[in-house]
C-alpha cells in the first residue's frame, strides 16, 4: 500500500480493504489455506496504518461459488467500503 500511495503520490491516501473470508465449500471445509494468516495481516495493516479501515462484514456473505460472493454481497461490500473511506476522510 505504501508503494502504491508513493506512486500516486499521495502519502495519505486512505485505503480500506475486505476482510477476506472462505465460504468453506472445499472437500476439506476450507477453501482458502492460509485465510487466517491473510486476516491476521489485514488487522496488523489497519491497527497500524492510521489512515486504513478494514471492511469486517465479509463473513456474513454468501457465495455464488466457493469463491465469490453473491451480487448482495458484492452490493453490502461496495456500501461498506463507502462507509470506511467517509469515515477516513472525515475523522477528526
Not at 508503494?3 to 480500506?16: C, E, F, I, T
Amino acid at each position: 500500500m505504501n508503494m502504491m500511495r508513493a506512486a500516486l503520490r499521495v502519502d495519505d491516501l486512505p485505503v480500506v480493504i475486505g476482510r477476506i473470508s472462505d465460504s468453506g465449500q472445499d472437500e476439506d471445509g476450507r477453501v482458502w489455506s492460509y485465510g487466517e494468516i491473510i486476516r491476521e495481516q489485514q488487522e496488523k495493516f489497519v491497527n497500524d496504518d492510521l489512515n486504513a479501515a478494514l471492511v469486517r462484514t465479509t463473513n456474513n456473505y454468501k457465495y455464488s461459488d466457493k469463491w465469490h460472493y453473491d451480487s448482495n454481497g458484492y452490493i453490502d461490500l461496495g456500501i461498506q467500503f463507502a462507509k470506511k473511506v467517509y469515515y477516513l476522510e472525515n475523522e477528526d
